[in-house]
């Protein structure tokens, strides 16, 4: 099954006052394991980015006056997610802005059937506690040291391995090692990559094994 992780970065919180999208991050998994299928682009929002936001993501009105506008890439964009659960940390931030570019250009907005809210789950499986992503990540015992400021593809990266652990299916996040290649299926500077190497046992081993398991049924009481 393959699912996106998704993440937006914006000039600001609101929609109703006008804020726009600046980055959008996309990284896909294939039965919770990421691809080397990502989709990542920084946008021109066509207005000012507010100095809340300007702290939270370092984006300056100059670095992104020269890049793309949502409807420059909206197709391939849609295309990238079409017909794929999409997993977001606090989804109706990221949907309502998503929705809000869709609408401005004419398109259909993107419904909320097919998204996963990992900050919905997390509320419920540790209430009262901190559910930031950051917070998550600690809990999990996952790096985030490079999350400096927030960027939509290291968020992505993080939240695909906090979700691994939110639903409990750590086991398919260790299993990245590529045994022809002898590389990861992903490969991010840095990263804290979750993968488990597979060793192939001697024919000494082998041979050693079976004769411990022969006569490990000779002395089976229960043994013909």
Do not use: W
């Amino acid at each position: 099954m393959k699912q996106i992780v998704l993440d937006t970065e914006t000039t600001g919180l609101s929609v109703k006052e006008g804020h726009r999208i600046v980055e959008i991050g996309c990284i896909e998994l294939d039965d919770l394991i990421p691809s080397k299928n990502i989709f990542h682009c920084y946008l021109n929002p066509e207005r000012k980015v507010s100095e809340k936001a300007l702290e939270v993501h370092g984006y300056t009105d100059q670095f992104l006056s020269d890049k793309k506008k949502f409807i420059d890439i909206v197709d391939s964009f849609l295309k990238f997610i079409d017909n794929k659960e999409i997993i977001i940390h606090n989804a109706d931030f990221d949907i309502a802005h998503l929705n809000n570019e869709l609408s401005l250009i004419g398109k259909s907005k993107i419904s909320k059937e097919n998204v996963i809210d990992t900050l919905e789950i997390a509320k419920e499986k540790y209430p009262g506690s901190s559910v930031s992503l950051d917070a998550l990540c600690k809990k999990y015992r996952i790096d985030n040291s490079r999350r400096t400021k927030h960027t939509a593809l290291i968020d992505c990266e993080l939240l695909s391995k906090v979700y691994i652990n939110l639903i409990d299916q750590k086991e398919p996040t260790l299993n990245l090692y590529d045994k022809e290649n002898n590389k990861d299926h992903l490969d991010f500077k840095n990263g804290n990559m979750y993968y488990k190497k597979i060793v192939e046992p001697s024919s000494d081993e082998i041979k050693l094994h079976k004769e411990f398991l022969k006569n490990s049924l000779k002395k089976n009481f229960f043994s013909n």
